[in-house]
Structure formats: C-alpha cells, structure tokens
T-cell receptor, first 109, second 114 residues
Framework: GNSVTQMEGPVTLSEEAFLTINCTYT??????LFWYVQYPGEGLQLLLKATKADDKGSNKGFEATYRKETTSFHLEKGSVQVSDSAVYFCALRDDKIIFGKGTRLHILP | KAGVTQTPRYLIKTRGQQVTLSCSPISGHRSVSWYQQTPGQGLQFLFEYFSETQRNKGNFPGRFSGRQFSNSRSEMNVSTLELGDSALYLC?????????????FGPGTRLTVT
C-alpha cells in the first residue's frame, strides 16, 4: 500500500540555520503531497502542498518540490527561526491522507 | 470564519467504558475525517464521513464508529475502551470529499484511558 517515510527527529538547529527534512513516499499513481505543521498544543496546519510532478509548494519561507523520479518531497527553509519549532508531517493523499511519523524540530536562539 | 471545533478538549475514562467525541466542521464544509495520533503509531486515518455516509475507513476495530448529522457535525464513538486507545483524536473538515480538497484540522480531543 501507499506509505510515507520521513527522517526521524528530533532535529535541533540554531536560529538562521538551513533546514532540510527528508520525505520519501511509495504510491501507485500520482498522489498529491503535503507538509503539515503541528505547534505545541494545537492541531495540524497545512504548510504547503504540491499536486503533480515538478510542482514546488511554498509558504512562510518553506519550500518542497514534488520529485517523481526520486519519489521525494523534501522540506527546506533557508533560515529558520525559533518560532519554527514544531512537529512537521509529510503526507500523501489518495482517497485518504497517509502521514509520515513526524519530525520534531527544535530551533535554538 | 470559525475553524473546526472539537469537544471536549480533554477526557479521562476508565477501561471498559465508552466515549463519544464531537466535531463541528467549518461552516459549509461537508466532509469530516477523523484521525488518531499516538507517539508510537503517529497519525492514522480512522474514517471519513460525507453527506451523512461513511465513505472511507482505516484499519481500526469495530469498536471505533462514527456518524455525521445533516448539519455536517460528526461524532466518533469508541466502545469498550482499552489502555491503547489513549491518544489525541483529530477531526478535519473539507468542503467536499477529502480526496479532492485540502483539509482543515481541529485542535483535537486528548483521551486518556486509565
């Protein structure tokens, strides 16, 4: 069946560092891909999405590109802030949403 | 526009009891999905309701059930609670079927089973 694998955390970075969180997927067909973020004590928020190969999703300085050839959707940000500390989930959608396990990100001031 | 609301936010139950969780979707949204979030298993899809009918179901036992009302509000019921049912239960709504539209999540209900 379809699945999502993302790098395990926690990831700890200093403020203004470059961020990459790896995500790869297994799917039949061409599912839509998402990154969600969960701040402490809150539900999930959609961060960005891509619906077809080579699409780049972007929001709040975060970017991810749908790479069909490597079945990947890695999340990147050029300069992280303390306020980016959260748990990040990679997900794909076929007839339901399948999430990765989540990656906890800590940003140190 | 008000977001997705879930009640109660926190709940403590004893093994063997049953529990009902409620979700009110964003106004105008007709699809409601439920997810279970645990540290070990992560986020797992429970089911989706659309137009008062269950449209899709995850791999959970029959103790987990749900329903949707004509105003799109949804309830989820867990019978004969087990310790392993302790989790954050998230509800999400979308305008139409989740396969076609992005979802908006509520803050969740934290269920603790003792």
């Amino acid at each position: 069946g379809n699945s999502v694998t993302q790098m395990e955390g926690p990831v700890t970075l200093s403020e203004e560092a470059f961020l990459t969180i790896n995500c790869t997927y297994t799917a039949t067909g061409y599912p839509s891909l998402f990154w969600y973020v969960q701040y402490p004590g809150e539900g999930l928020q959609l961060l960005l999405k891509a619906t077809k190969a080579d699409d780049k999703g972007s929001n709040k300085g975060f970017e991810a590109t749908y790479r069909k050839e490597t079945t990947s959707f890695h999340l990147e940000k050029g300069s992280v802030q303390v306020s980016d500390s959260a748990v990040y989930f990679c997900a794909l959608r076929d007839d339901k949403i399948i999430f990765g396990k989540g990656t906890r990100l800590h940003i140190l001031p | 526009k008000a977001g997705v609301t879930q009640t109660p936010r926190y709940l403590i139950k004893t093994r063997g009891q049953q529990v009902t969780l409620s979700c009110s979707p964003i106004s105008g949204h007709r699809s409601v999905s439920w997810y279970q979030q645990t540290p070990g298993q992560g986020l797992q899809f429970l089911f989706e309701y659309f137009s008062e009918t269950q449209r899709n179901k995850g791999n959970f036992p029959g103790r987990f059930s749900g329903r949707q009302f004509s105003n799109s509000r949804s309830e989820m019921n867990v019978s004969t609670l087990e310790l392993g049912d302790s989790a954050l239960y998230l509800c999400a709504s979308s305008p139409l079927r989740l396969a076609d539209y992005e979802q908006y999540f509520g803050p969740g209900t934290r269920l603790t089973v003792t």
